[in-house]
């Protein structure tokens, strides 16, 4: 649908070229019935020049082109108005135009928002110890913990302080759903304080998005999803679930960041030889899951009671992320694929399939 667009914006753009052609005797156009002055040929050309790199700039992937597109816009139909009769149906593929340039401009706000949001947890991230994890470092913790960061390969390497991911889900947004929705997804995590900044696409259908974004920062959490980054079908947070919910989802996410399981504000408890719950507290919010570990010491379930929403109404369901790959990325060994699982009265409700395509550790800057 993109080049589709890009097309019509191309095409459009080199249509006002009739106008400049007309103006300056340098070709025959009968279709034109009106005269048009010099100076109203130049403003054909120059609508063209602009809708023609708007187009050119789309196709680069300049984030900018609907500012072109929008100028553009406005000026053709200015045109279009004075020379109503010869042009009068340039107005529809204007307005085609410009309500998808103003939809761009909204995305473009929204990842503006998102850069600094990423920007603030990386640049408020406290530096850890940096000399390389030991053995005698990690006996503290419970013999499956010890044994699941040995695993992972950990010892001998310094402390994990951020860490940026590249994933692709597939999504179901209600348990009724039949169909999955294809989405891909980044996301940055900084470890001291503990802080996540997670944005998503998701195709819904063809040409149709919705694009959203889940950050935990400050204790605070926050979940909104705008379709065309414009209309907002969820929006929720900061709020006492919605904070513990975001809370819990970091604590899981250790298993992407493991040695955060050093973290003073985490606690571990030993539930059996293949189980430990951690409970991590900032301030006055808390929140606790339970890791279980296969025979290969690796982190196979996460599972925790977590607000699905929030509001009076609001409980804890029991939400279960259960890992089905491990990868080794940057030396590190971390869960490469995985479902998320709602365990609800009505049933189970799988609601995400992941995969890591990409995982690095301590990015020294935000890459948006």
Not at 87 to 95: A, C, H, R, V
Not at 130 to 145: D, G, M
Not at 288 to 307: C, E, P, Q, T
Request: overall charge neutral; some cysteine; charged content about 20%.
């Amino acid at each position: 649908m993109k080049v589709i667009f890009m097309i019509i914006l191309l095409i459009h753009g080199l249509i006002h070229l009739l106008g400049f052609l007309k103006a300056f005797l340098l070709a025959e156009l009968n279709e034109i019935t009106n005269p048009v002055s010099k100076p109203m040929g130049l403003l054909w050309l120059l609508a063209a020049l602009i809708l023609v790199l708007a187009a050119a700039l789309m196709f680069f992937k300049n984030p900018l082109w609907w500012l072109f597109a929008i100028i553009g816009v406005l000026i053709s139909q200015v045109l279009i108005i004075v020379f109503w009769k010869d042009s009068l149906y340039g107005t529809i593929p204007n307005i085609l135009i410009l309500t998808v340039a103003l939809a761009a401009f909204a995305h473009y706000g929204f990842e503006k928002k998102i850069r600094k949001e990423v920007t603030y947890i990386l640049e408020n991230s406290k530096e850890e110890l940096s000399s390389p994890i030991t053995k005698q470092e990690i006996s503290q913790l419970p013999e499956s913990v010890q044994t699941w960061l040995n695993a992972a390969g950990v010892i001998g390497k310094p402390r994990i302080q951020s860490v940026f991911m590249k994933q692709n889900y597939q999504i179901k947004l209600k348990p009724e759903q039949k169909d999955w929705y294809t989405t891909v997804a980044e996301q940055y995590s900084t470890i001291s304080p503990p802080a996540f900044v997670w944005k998503a696409e998701i195709e819904m259908m063809p040409a149709i998005s919705a694009f959203g974004r889940d950050k935990f920062i400050g204790g605070e959490g926050e979940m909104v999803f705008k379709l065309f980054s414009v209309f907002s079908v969820a929006n929720d947070g900061p709020n006492p679930q919605i904070n513990e919910a975001a809370l819990q989802r970091f604590l899981g996410e250790i298993v992407w960041y493991p040695t955060a399981a050093l973290h003073d504000d985490i606690t571990w408890k030993e539930l059996g030889d293949h189980s430990a719950k951690a409970t991590l507290t900032l301030g006055g919010l808390s929140g606790s899951g339970i890791f279980s570990f296969g025979k290969d010491g690796h982190v196979r379930i996460f599972s925790a009671l977590r607000y699905q929403g929030s509001g009076p109404e609001a409980k804890r369901s029991e939400w279960t992320v259960n890992v089905t790959s491990t990868k080794e990325f940057d030396g590190i060994k971390v869960p490469a694929s995985g479902e998320v699982t709602w365990k609800l009265d009505s049933g189970d409700w799988t609601w995400a399939k992941f995969e890591i395509v990409a995982c690095n550790f301590n990015p020294k800057k935000s890459g948006y």
